[in-house]
């Protein structure tokens, strides 16, 4: 009687495509491998981390500044002040007698002179 042995192989292949467009990551991960896949799931939501995207809220008065998306979910790199950052640009801080400052989440500050 032969002993017949299946040799199993088991590859795994990841690829991340990064779409930056308006402030915004998404991580869209294609897995080959023989089980629920549930390994692509940790590697795309670390890679956001590892990217800086740490936060999954903001408190109130604030927004976000860049997102990171994977599954449905959404990642932060940090929360702006929405009192703070409340200018669509330089127009609006000259009326006020003000310069434009930084940038967050797509709205300005605006500084004194």
């Not at 950052?85 to 127009?91: I, L, N, R, S, V």
């Amino acid at each position: 009687m032969r002993n017949i042995i299946k040799i199993i192989s088991f590859a795994a292949v990841f690829t991340f495509f990064c779409i930056d467009s308006q402030a915004e990551i998404n991580f869209i991960v294609q897995g080959n491998r023989n089980n629920s896949g549930s390994h692509n799931k940790i590697i795309a939501v670390n890679a956001c981390v590892n990217q800086g995207y740490k936060l999954t809220s903001c408190p109130g008065n604030s927004f976000p500044n860049k997102t990171c998306n994977f599954n449905g979910k959404k990642y932060y790199d940090q929360c702006c002040d929405a009192s703070t950052y409340k200018y669509t640009g330089a127009t609006e801080c000259a009326s006020e007698g003000l310069v434009i400052g930084n940038l967050c989440g797509g709205k300005w500050s605006c500084v004194a002179p």
